[in-house]
């Protein structure tokens, strides 16, 4: 009965803290069930393109699931805290570690319940709301929500295996517990922590080469180790620089009287120093979610809007044959019976030959051919005669005169070295019928010759006769119109293209891209701010007998307001910066990715980097209001 | 004209509609120079005296003047004000800031008071080698002994020369080695002219003083003077004076 007694009073007398638990255990229950609802239903899985969708979500799930794990047990270490002094004392009355162990096990079990209620009420509500979203995403309205058992025990399942995992960690933290302790935490003072510069060095150091990889990486097969390599670089100096650098710069900001000894400086410069070595881990903490949500809702948003740019990269007409047989009469006469037959009308049908593309590198002066996992660009020829049919232009070419195109514009020079002879070149900034051959991943780069010759011998490859136009009629018969000159024709998947199918198509990969991005962003902008929240709170508690000394010593209500601002506010600002400047680094990275989708859009990807960026900071400002409100009523309660 | 006039102060604390009386009629002066000991039993109303005389708490009635300034009047900001550069504060538990080492601890209030630094430094040396800090300026608070601390506690009071240094309990948490000695230090600056008023229930601790009042349910209830006797002789009606007011309330 005793256990139940002081379990309970223990779980009504910090209702804050277990509060905060069961609404952070709750949300991620409910984005937790919103996953595994989705993963499980039928409609989504037999829609268009639902099991490339399927999968999307399945990797999304897996970093939910583990965010979740790890921010239940970051946020019971400081419920854990708190409940360490109340055990000791509970544990010098007489109790013995059982009943603790007890008393625990109850307060848990309370704490499970309430959240897995509240998180599935949550859940199921909200998976409503996130399947209407995914219906205006996708454009498909057959998509229906329904109720899932399997979701629901899966999610009890693995939260219970958290809840008990947590449980496991507790017991193992009561053996430690010795109510002599309780008596020395007072009098035992934190030990200011040393500027190690070695560890900060070696900070910066993978800081630097991370930075260096990431932008040094050039989009192919082979970059996603690189990447990869990148981030986990990153992630340690990120924690190292936070760690150390911040020390070493608050201790150089100290060894400057004029400005350590202002009333702000002096109280904010040394409460910062004296738990920097707790702070750097949190901050880079806060500092990588927030990196986190920037590059997935940059990446996917960019993704989703920049959807009917690539469809009209891809598919510059309605319908594109690219075949290495020359178009015959009976082919043409055949395609537009299909059309009469499926009710649709074919227009503007242009049609050009080209040299089948050679896969290698543009760099700043020359093509070098390269089959390989470093491959990011494809080089193809046709002459200048085929390009003023197709453009409609009247434009001259003599000698070994070449013009070239690429579709991001990134060519410059004047000069360009083939096959290991120099030609002459110039940019040209339009062609109709760009295509991406075979849909790729390589950029498409096109060389203008004076004639056929020079064409082959540029790149000896056989011709490819490609045909394009464009059709009106409704959505449906247009689909089906492909669908039969594809079987009627007898063409390979890679050589038809149709911007209905394509559009459709991007439309469930990224909108389910987008759809995932936003559930995870959801996901970790909670689990920031949560972390923010509990730092401020445990740092509050821990301030409130520090300000009450100095208020004694004559500092007035209005100085502590402004000491804690200016503290509260340096704090805040290092892991933003920190995620910016991250971000910048990022950036060409981001862009590469997105050029494997054949997005070339600068100015689409800063807009869109920009108004993430405002939204963060703005949100994140919000939570910076609200938790310094509480940060300074526990200052100011004594 | 007296430093500090206390007259017919009075505290009353709310509590769950019910009326609590810490202090029911005190009336006080202190002229510059002097060195006062307050004494009584736990809960007699000494630290309520002691905390409406450093302006962190307010009389409900009756007025509190230091130098002619009605402290009852004080804005939090002004209260906040003149409690750095009037006043000096020596805890019972020190309350020293693990946060800065010794020397920023001692800096607190003339830096809360935008004081230059060479300034800052120029007060702290002699004071300082006089309290016998000297070498443990750099280290932490949690790093020196309590009497140590009491010495860096009592430099933080003195440095901005304050017109009444306050003390609750100063040796409570002292051995008497180090009681004896932080006590000689009030004595020395006493002797040099620095007001001193204390709040203490030892009764050893009170014979330095120049002057015992007596407190008890909130009125002071018997004042002794030192005058020109010697220490052990004014102890001896200190102790004196605390048994009878035990005895009394054991006969009452």
């Not at chain 2, 509609?17 to 060195?35: M, R």
């Amino acid at each position: 009965m005793i256990h139940w007694k002081l379990a309970s009073h223990s779980l009504t007398h910090h209702g804050r803290e277990n509060g905060l638990f069961v609404l952070a255990s709750s949300v991620l229950i409910a984005i937790n069930y919103i996953f595994w609802n989705l993963l499980a239903n039928h409609s989504l899985k037999q829609s268009m393109n639902g099991d490339i969708l399927i999968n999307i979500i399945g990797i999304g799930l897996v970093f939910v699931v583990m965010i979740a794990v790890i921010f239940m047990f970051y946020v019971n270490s400081f419920l854990m805290k708190r409940r360490n002094q109340e055990l000791g004392l509970y544990n010098m009355l007489g109790l013995t570690r059982n009943d603790l162990r007890i008393i625990l096990i109850i307060e848990n079990v309370c704490l499970y319940l309430v959240s897995l209620i509240i998180g599935f009420v949550l859940g199921m509500t909200f998976v409503k709301l996130a399947f209407l979203v995914l219906q205006r995403l996708l454009a498909d309205y057959r998509i229906k929500e329904t109720f899932s058992m399997s979701a629901v025990v899966i999610v009890t399942m693995i939260f219970g295996l958290t809840f008990v995992a947590i449980l496991a960690y507790d017991f193992l933290r009561i053996r430690q517990i010795r109510p002599v302790d309780l008596w020395k935490l007072s009098e035992k003072g934190e030990q200011e922590p040393k500027s190690r510069w070695l560890t900060g060095m070696i900070g910066v150091i993978l800081l630097g080469s991370g930075y260096f990889i990431a932008v040094t990486t050039k989009p192919n097969a082979g970059s996603i180790l690189r990447f990869m390599i990148a981030v986990i670089l990153v992630v340690m100096g990120t924690y190292l620089v936070f760690i150390t650098g911040s020390i070493i710069f608050l201790k150089f900001l100290k060894s400057k009287p004029a400005f350590y000894y202002q009333p702000n400086h002096f109280i904010s410069i040394s409460g910062m120093l004296y738990r920097m070595k707790q702070n750097g881990a949190g901050l880079a903490s806060i500092c990588l979610l927030c990196t986190s949500i920037l590059v997935t809702i940059i990446a996917t948003t960019s993704l989703f809007v920049g959807e009917q740019n690539l469809v009209q990269l891809w598919n510059p007409y309605d319908i594109i044959t690219t075949t290495p047989q020359p178009i015959s009469q009976q082919m043409r006469s055949r395609t537009a019976q299909i059309a009469k037959q499926t009710d649709v009308k074919m227009s503007s049908r242009r049609q050009y030959r080209m040299t089948t593309p050679t896969a290698g590198n543009l760099k700043a002066d020359r093509f070098v051919k390269n089959e390989s996992s470093k491959t990011s660009h494809q080089l193809g020829t046709l002459t200048i005669s085929e390009y003023n049919q197709v453009q409609g232009t009247h434009r001259q070419l003599t000698g070994n005169h070449l013009l070239i195109y690429t579709p991001d514009n990134s060519y410059r020079n004047h000069w360009i070295t083939l096959n290991g002879k120099k030609y002459p070149v110039k940019v040209i900034h339009h062609f109709k019928m760009a295509v991406n051959y075979q849909h790729s991943i390589f950029q498409p780069v096109y060389v203008i010759t004076a004639n056929e010759r020079l064409a082959q011998q540029i790149n000896p490859t056989p011709w490819l006769y490609l045909q394009g136009f464009n059709l009106s009629g409704s959505k449906q018969n247009q689909k089906r119109f492909s669908f039969i000159l594809q079987q009627t024709l007898h063409l390979q998947n890679t050589e038809l293209s149709s911007k209905v199918i394509q559009q459709a198509l991007f439309k469930s990969l990224f909108g389910g891209f987008l759809f995932v991005g936003i559930l995870i962003s959801i996901t970790m902008s909670l689990a920031t701010a949560l972390i923010i929240y509990y730092k401020q709170v445990s740092e509050g508690i821990a301030d409130a007998k520090r300000f009450q000394t100095m208020q004694q010593v004559g500092l007035s209500q209005a100085e502590s307001k402004k000491a804690i601002h200016s503290q509260v506010l340096l704090v805040f600002m290092l892991p933003i910066v920190g995620a910016v400047i991250h971000l910048g680094f990022a950036f060409p990275a981001i862009r590469s990715v997105l050029t494997i989708f054949s997005m070339y859009n600068l100015k689409l990807l800063m807009t869109v980097s920009a108004a993430t960026i405002a939204l963060l900071v703005a949100c994140y400002l919000g939570v910076y209001w609200l938790t310094t409100t509480v940060y300074q009523r526990l200052v100011n309660r004594s | 004209m007296p430093l500090l006039t206390l007259e017919h102060i009075r505290r009353i604390f709310k509590e769950n509609s019910q009326q609590i009386v810490a202090l029911k009629d005190i009336s006080l002066t202190v002229e510059a120079g002097d060195y006062v000991a307050i004494m009584g039993e736990s809960g007699a109303g000494k630290t309520t005296l002691l905390n409406i005389i450093a302006t962190l708490d307010k009389a409900s009635s009756g007025t509190i003047k230091l130098e002619g300034q009605d402290l009852n009047e004080l804005t939090e900001r002004n209260a906040a004000k003149f409690r750095r550069e009037q006043l000096g504060f020596v805890f019972q538990n020190f309350n020293l800031l693990n946060t800065f080492n010794n020397r920023d601890n001692i800096f607190l209030p003339l830096v809360l008071a935008k004081k230059s630094h060479q300034d800052m430094i120029q007060r702290l040396k002699p004071l300082a080698a006089q309290l016998e800090i000297t070498s443990i300026l750099d280290r932490y608070p949690y790093e020196i002994s309590g009497g140590q601390r009491q010495r860096v506690a009592a430099a933080r009071a003195l440095i901005t020369q304050p017109q009444l240094l306050l003390a609750d309990e100063p040796t409570g948490a002292l051995d008497s080695h180090n009681a004896t000695s932080l006590l000689q230090l009030f004595d020395q600056v006493n002797n040099q002219g620095q007001t001193i008023l204390m709040v203490t229930h030892s009764a050893v601790t009170a014979s330095h003083s120049k002057r015992t009042l007596f407190i008890k349910d909130g009125v002071i209830f018997h004042e002794l003077i030192r005058g020109d006797q010697d220490q052990s002789a004014y102890l001896a009606k200190i102790t004196g004076s605390l048994t009878a007011l035990a005895s009394e309330e054991v006969q009452s």
